[in-house]
Nanobody, 121 residues
C-alpha cells in the first residue's frame, strides 16, 4: 500500500522559514513533487525532483526561496521554504509518480493528505 505522509506545516510570519517533509512508502517512484492549493484557487505546481539523479525544477513564484530535496535512504522528500510571503499560504501536498513526469498535477499517481502553511503579514 502506497502512502505519502506530509508534516511540518504551521503558522509563521512573513520572512520566516519552514521545512516540510513527505515520508513515502509502498513502492519506488521516479518523480516527486510539491503542489499547493490556496482557498478558492486551483492546485498549483511548486517544485519537483527526480528520485534518481536529483534534477529539480521550480515554479517561478518560489525560485530562489524554496529548495526541494530527497533522502532516498529514508524515502523522504523535503521542501525548505525561506523568506515566506503571505501569498505562500496554502495547503501543501506532496505527490509521487511512477514515471518521470513534469509539472502537471494529473501526471502524478499518488498524493499525501496535505499540510497547512499559513504566513501572516
Amino acid at each position: 500500500q502506497v502512502q505519502l505522509v506530509e508534516s511540518g506545516g504551521g503558522l509563521v510570519q512573513a520572512g520566516d522559514s519552514l521545512r516540510l517533509s513527505c515520508a513515502a512508502s509502498g513502492r519506488a517512484f521516479s518523480s516527486l513533487a510539491w503542489f499547493r492549493q490556496a482557498p478558492g484557487k486551483e492546485r498549483e505546481f511548486v517544485a519537483t525532483i527526480r528520485a534518481l539523479g536529483g534534477n529539480t525544477y521550480y515554479a517561478d513564484s518560489v525560485k530562489g526561496r524554496f529548495t526541494i530535496s530527497r533522502d532516498n535512504a529514508k524515502n523522504t522528500m523535503y521542501l525548505q521554504m525561506n523568506s515566506l510571503k503571505p501569498e505562500d499560504t496554502a495547503v501543501y501536498y506532496c505527490a509521487a509518480a511512477r514515471l518521470r513526469v513534469g509539472v502537471n498535477f494529473n501526471e502524478y499517481d499518488y498524493w499525501g493528505q496535505g499540510t497547512q502553511v499559513t504566513v501572516s503579514s
